[in-house]
């Protein structure tokens, strides 16, 4: 009875106190109970379509650069970066090989991207360069090896070690130099 005066006095956490106590003595159980909110399936829907919107930008962004594979045989140069950026060239269509220094060679820097990624210091798929040209770019250093086609066109790469890459083409009889200043004839004879 000396609780019950003193839980009416009191605040109102106490009568919580009391119910407790007296349900604890007639063997119910405390009194208390929680409840779940369901989650509309509209909400659900939402949070799953923007995980796979993410997913897709981020696979777009990141697998290409990590996939990012250039080819070369003594019949073609290929760059490929899955899932979307693809480029060769047959060596019949180079008209010439040469190493550039894009710092310097401002003509061959890309502007406009049409349709690939471009990034701080990494530029990838096609672009429209600053002389105008179109080009399809796998650039993420100022040293690069550039291909241009008798159709104007430009395949810019800018290989891991440029010295292996242009060794390789020598080997393969395409003609290129490590020098910076004059391009060299792909067609090779």
Known sequence: MALRIVSEFNFKFLDLELCEVTSRRR?????????????PPSALATVIVVGIVVALILAVLVL??????????GEEVAVSAP??????????????????????????????RTWG???????????????????????SSDRAVVFK????????????????FVSTL?????G???????????GGQ
């Open 170 to 174: 020598e080997r393969l009889g395409w």
């Open 27 to 39: 063997g119910i159980g405390p009194v208390q109970a929680s409840f779940k909110i369901p989650i």
């Open 176 to 186: 290129c130099s490590l020098g910076l200043q004059e391009p060299f004839n792909a």
């Open 117 to 139: 990624t471009g990034l701080p210091g990494y530029c990838l798929g096609w672009f429209k360069l600053s002389n105008g040209a179109k080009a399809f770019c796998a650039i």
């Open 83 to 112: 899932p979307m950026y693809s480029f060769s060239a047959k060596r019949g269509e180079v008209e010439e090989v040469f190493v550039a220094d894009l710092s310097s060679r401002s003509d061959l820097k890309p502007s406009v």
């Open 64 to 73: 290409p650069i990590y996939l990012l594979r250039i080819r070369v045989s």
């Open 149 to 164: 086609l008798r159709s104007g066109t430009y395949l810019i790469v800018t290989p891991s070690d440029v010295a292996d």
